[in-house]
């Protein structure tokens, strides 16, 4: 009952930022980011990928509340490379690497459709069953 309504768990109101960071202070190349109107799915995805990027040291991430549509995620890098840029190389890896599997899902796709059109084709080129050309043999 006290639930919020489903399209205020993903769609962005008026004014509102997708991620805002905010450095943390006490810990050196260290920021948190809040992203909002997201679940374990997309902070899963992303601290584990910040954790493979070479000059990462950590990355977690932990999401509030169920009801409350946003993660934080927090990343700590070396020195050689801010928080912010290790997030956005890894977004922009992420999303070429999403892009790449659409496209292959996509050509897989067409071929299975190209075999089906094939089988289909000759199925019907053989005729009816029962009807192969021997006479009941």
Do not use: W
Request: charged residues 20%.
């Amino acid at each position: 009952m006290n639930a919020p309504d489903r399209f205020e768990l993903f769609v962005l109101q008026e004014g509102e930022k997708k991620i805002t960071e905010k450095v943390v202070s006490g810990m050196s190349n260290c920021s948190d980011f809040l992203l909002l109107k997201e679940d374990h799915t997309l902070g899963n995805l992303l601290s584990t990928y910040l954790r493979m990027a070479p000059h990462v040291m950590f990355a977690a991430y932990k999401v509030g509340h169920p009801n409350v549509p946003e993660v934080l995620i927090r990343v700590q890098t070396d020195g050689s490379i801010t928080p912010r840029e290790a997030l956005l190389t890894t977004l922009k890896q992420l999303v070429a690497l999403y892009g790449q599997l659409g496209r292959e899902f996509q050509k897989e796709l067409a071929l299975r459709k190209y075999a089906d059109q094939s089988e289909n084709a000759i199925a019907d080129a053989a005729g009816p069953a029962g009807t192969s050309g021997q006479n009941g043999i």
